[in-house]
T-cell receptor, first 113, second 121 residues
Framework: AAGVIQSPRHLIKEKRETATLKCYPI?????VYWYQQGPGQDPQFLIS???????DKGSIPDRFSAQQFSDYHSELNMSSLELGDSALYFC????????????FGPGTRLTVT | AQKITQTQPGMFVQEKEAVTLDCTYD???????LFWYKQPSSGEMIFLIY??????QNATEGRYSLNFQKARKSANLVISASQLGDSAMYFC??????????????????FGKGTKLSVIP
């Protein structure tokens, strides 16, 4: 079965640079979520989109922005990167926002040097 | 206040034995969903099992079952016949569901701190 696709899988950036992470949800899934997992931490919710509209917002820094496109894929844009942004970034998708399972992608490991 | 509590930072189990990973949650919302995810050392987050607050039966998926005790606000994961490949971090998570009429609620999952399970040969 098709799963959530994330690209790139690994990314190395320097401080103050920008990064763009991409997420392709499971076909027919209309809701996308972004999570950040620091080393040894549990995942923290950043933001979500349902039908191309922002549906919920968590602890996303102002330096980050995200959107969902007409084909339901989503991009997380990160600017002025800091060392503390080094983390595993997950995208998850679900069929509808309010119930049912959230399936996670393999994650993008971002390292800021 | 912590919404999801996993009190076991680490657990050991003998191969082929059953193991229970504890999870308690805190919510005043009558509508919520509970999830368990497995995260191996490779990092991916694998969905295991889901339980809705209104589900009458405990969820089961193969060797995984969820022991849902609503009055005690606990949602323990039971893994039967442990295998070496079950060694991983296990996270319990909750979503307080959207109210169909008011639209209130949250889309996000709130995770516990996780339990690291080690299966011993």
């Amino acid at each position: 079965a098709a799963g959530v696709i994330q690209s790139p899988r690994h990314l190395i950036k320097e401080k103050r640079e920008t990064a763009t992470l991409k997420c392709y949800p499971i076909p027919r899934h209309d809701t996308v979520y972004w999570y950040q997992q620091g080393p040894g931490q549990d995942p923290q919710f950043l933001i979500s989109f349902y039908e191309k509209m922002q549906s919920d917002k968590g602890s996303i820094p102002d330096r980050f922005s995200a959107q969902q496109f007409s084909d339901y894929h989503s991009e997380l844009n990160m600017s002025s990167l800091e060392l503390g942004d080094s983390a595993l970034y997950f995208c998850a998708s679900s069929l509808g926002p309010g119930y049912g399972e959230q399936y996670f992608g393999p994650g993008t490991r971002l390292t800021v040097t | 206040a912590q919404k999801i509590t996993q009190t076991q930072p680490g657990m050991f189990v003998q191969e082929k034995e059953a193991v229970t990973l504890d999870c308690t949650y805190d919510t005043s919302d009558p509508s919520y969903g509970l999830f368990w995810y497995k995260q191996p050392s490779s990092g991916e987050m694998i969905f295991l099992i889901y339980q809705g607050s209104y589900d009458q039966q405990n969820a089961t998926e193969g060797r995984y079952s969820l022991n849902f005790q609503k009055a005690r606000k606990s949602a323990n994961l039971v893994i039967s016949a442990s295998q070496l490949g079950d060694s991983a971090m296990y996270f319990c998570a909750m979503r307080e569901l959207i109210d169909a009429y008011s639209g209130a609620g949250s889309y996000q999952l709130t995770f516990g701190k996780g339990t690291k399970l080690s299966v011993i040969p």
